[in-house]
């Protein structure tokens, strides 16, 4: 029966190649008198298919990355969605001033951790392709002294964050793409 397979040959030099042999025997008066074989280099097609494969492999990767990084932030977003909630009821309480200062950066820093997570979520969709610029406006000044605020908030040497603002700078700017 003719048969065919894969094998590893090797060059005069000693280095080895794939090759697919096709051999068929010949027979004479029903009698098999040999076998004939023609050895084809399928180095090419090995290398294709090993390069399709590792093109697949990035594929599933990059969509589970993106999968993932959607769903964690869509996860996240449900117990900060109870913080921000509870933030508000919490406004709507009788608070001194001290307290309301703290309630004020805990509703900065709940709005930064969003943001983070919009930014989380705006990554996977580069990477999709599915990008959509949008105007943001801000105001500067309030962007910095929130900054400054938050951090002297956190820092725990005796550090101090200042800032200086150009009188020039316009009141209002904007960024694209939910702030980046």
Do not use: W
Not at 52 to 77: G, W
Not at 88 to 105: F, G, I, P, V
């Amino acid at each position: 029966e003719p048969t065919r397979g894969e094998y590893v040959a090797r060059r005069f030099n000693g280095q080895t190649f794939p090759v697919m042999v096709y051999s068929k025997p010949i027979y004479k008066n029903t009698k098999c008198i040999g076998v004939r074989s023609v050895a084809v280099d399928i180095t090419e097609q090995k290398t294709n298919e090993k390069l399709r494969t590792e093109v697949a492999v990035t594929r599933q990767s990059a969509e589970f990355k993106q999968s993932f990084l959607a769903n964690m932030s869509h996860e996240i977003r449900t117990p900060l969605t109870g913080i921000i909630g509870i933030t508000e009821e919490l406004s709507h309480t009788q608070l001194d001033a001290t307290q309301k200062d703290y309630l004020n950066t805990l509703r900065q820093s709940t709005e930064n951790l969003r943001e983070i997570i919009n930014q989380i979520l705006d990554y996977s969709k580069i990477e999709a392709g599915k990008v959509m610029l949008k105007p943001k406006v801000f105001h500067v000044k309030v962007l910095f002294k929130n900054a400054v605020k938050l951090y002297n908030s956190i820092i725990e040497k005796p550090v101090e964050l200042s800032t200086q603002i150009d009188d020039s700078l316009p009141p209002l700017s904007m960024l694209t793409f939910n702030g980046y």
